[in-house]
């Protein structure tokens, strides 16, 4: 599975970005999309996810309500919608790819195997 994220960049804090995530090499029925940022000295956390045959959603706690994974079938493309965005938030976001029927949880990084390049987000207070 090869994923390209694109969409970051500069925003001020209130703002709002979309980011998205285009898949190739693999059939994605049976995947998680997870999303993902780091930021700068600090460990990669999860954001959000979709099952891509479902279309049920997964939040960490602090973005809940002001961000959305959603999916497009016909594109292969996974989006976040980030709404009111802190500068806390300022990280550099990663898209990732996980096969279902992994037992670990979908909001550990160690359980996706496949990642994108990651794109940069930036929020000015």
């Known amino acids: 599975v090869q994923l390209q994220a694109s969409g970051g960049g500069l925003v001020q804090a209130g703002g709002s970005l979309r980011l998205s995530c285009a898949a190739s090499g693999r059939t994605l029925s049976n995947y998680f999309m997870g999303w993902f940022r780091q930021a700068p000295g600090k460990e990669r956390e999860f954001v959000g996810a979709?099952?891509?045959?479902?279309?049920?959603?997964y939040y960490t706690d602090s973005v809940r309500g002001r961000f959305t994974v959603s999916r497009d079938n016909t594109e292969n493309t996974v989006y976040l919608q980030m709404n009111s965005l802190k500068p806390e938030e300022t990280a550099i976001y990663y898209c990732?790819?996980?096969?279902?029927?992994?037992?670990?949880?979908?909001?550990?990084?160690?359980?996706?195997?496949?990642w994108g390049q990651g794109t940069q987000v930036t929020v000015s207070s």
């Open positions: 979709i099952s891509w045959s479902s279309g049920l959603t």
């Open positions: 990732a790819a996980r096969d279902q029927s992994r037992t670990v949880g979908i909001s550990r990084k160690e359980g996706y195997p496949y």
